[in-house]
Nanobody
């Protein structure tokens, strides 16, 4: 049974940094694409970042480019999202997602992912 568990969320001030972690179990995830999405109150879930199979490629939504970095430790089956220079508009529940499928480059669609974590809240105050 595949399980993704996020951690690291919290309440921070604008300009601060946070590192989110997603621990995966139940599979060997080295051949999975691992991504992060977020959902702000009253809004749809949106793509944030993804690291492709084998970690060779990384993609980000424009609003976080240069501030967020996705990485993974295959020995720990863990994917990270380092978030710098946080803004109030980054406030959301952050979800980890995984897929073994070839999404054809459609990394930003929630339907491309088979497994989801329960989410961790990130709140950025001004």
């Amino acid at each position: 049974q595949v399980q993704l568990v996020e951690s690291g969320g919290g309440l921070v001030q604008a300009g601060d940094s946070l590192i989110l972690s997603c621990a995966a179990s139940g599979r060997t995830f080295s051949n999975y694409a691992m991504g992060w999405f977020r959902q702000a109150a009253g809004k749809e879930r949106e793509f944030v970042a993804v690291q492709s199979w084998g970690g060779g490629s990384k993609y980000y939504v424009d609003s976080v480019k240069g501030r967020f970095t996705i990485s993974r430790d295959v020995t720990k089956n863990t994917v990270y999202l380092r978030m710098n220079s946080l803004k109030t508009e980054d406030t959301a529940v952050y979800y980890c997602a995984a897929t073994p499928r070839n999404t054809g480059g459609n990394w930003a669609s929630t339907s491309s992912y088979d497994y989801w974590g329960q989410g961790t809240q990130v709140t950025v105050s001004s």
